[in-house]
T-cell receptor, first 113, second 112 residues
């Protein structure tokens, strides 16, 4: 069974640009969560989607947004990029919400110059 | 709010036993997870505790005390491949649902 797939794996942007990251969850998983990982802050929760609805959102500015499609695939978008947005963005899927483990993708490493 | 504390770094030798502690404060505890993350790779699930006590899975065991807000991950018969970051995470209430809230991780270095 294929794991969580994230694209692109690496990308470089400049300040002020925007970026869209994609995540395909494990087949049959309906919940998708996004995390930002940096050396200083560790893994920080961005948001969670289930059945195309955002259920939860972490403490990030409105520049960070996302959506989920009917096939459970998810995208996240960061607008007006800042240097501090440089991070590894991890997507995780789970069968359902509020229970069970998360299965993580390899992540998308974003560098903002 | 939420707060999860674990040591930043630990070192051990092959064949030894190491215990990684995690303390937490949450608003609505709904389970504690341990993940392993090798450098440059995705976190992978190790264990899950929702009730007090010890869960054993091969060389790895995890303990939970909900009244103390405390957990530990025990790694036995350490191998070089166990060198990795170990992440403690608590499923906690966030707005309308829950989310996994992670500690900053403990980097374990195993030497021969």
């Amino acid at each position: 069974k294929a794991g969580v797939t994230q694209t692109p794996r690496y990308l470089i942007k400049t300040r002020g640009q925007q970026v869209t990251l994609s995540c395909s969850p494990i087949s049959g998983h309906r919940s998708v969560s996004w995390y930002q990982q940096t050396p200083g802050q560790g893994l920080q929760f961005l948001f969670e989607y289930f059945s195309e609805t955002q259920r939860n959102k972490g403490n990030f500015p409105g520049r960070f947004s996302g959506r989920q499609f009917s096939n459970s695939r998810s995208e996240m978008n960061v607008s007006t990029l800042e240097l501090g947005d440089s991070a590894l963005y991890l997507c995780a899927s789970s069968l359902d919400v509020d229970t069970g483990e998360l299965f993580f993708g390899e992540g998308s490493r974003l560098t903002v110059l | 709010g939420q707060n999860i504390d674990q040591p930043t770094e630990m070192t051990a030798t092959e064949g030894a036993i190491v215990q990684i502690n995690c303390t937490y404060q949450t608003s609505g505890f709904n389970g504690l997870f341990w993940y392993q993350q090798h450098a440059g790779e995705a976190p992978t699930f190790l264990s899950y505790n929702v009730l007090d006590g010890l869960e054993e899975k091969g060389r790895f065991s995890s303990f939970l005390s909900r009244s103390k807000g405390y957990s530990y991950l025990l790694l036995k018969e350490l191998q070089m491949k166990d060198s990795a970051s170990y992440l403690c995470a608590v499923r906690d209430r966030i707005q309308a649902g829950t989310a996994l809230i992670f500690g900053k991780g403990t980097t374990l270095s195993v030497s021969s």
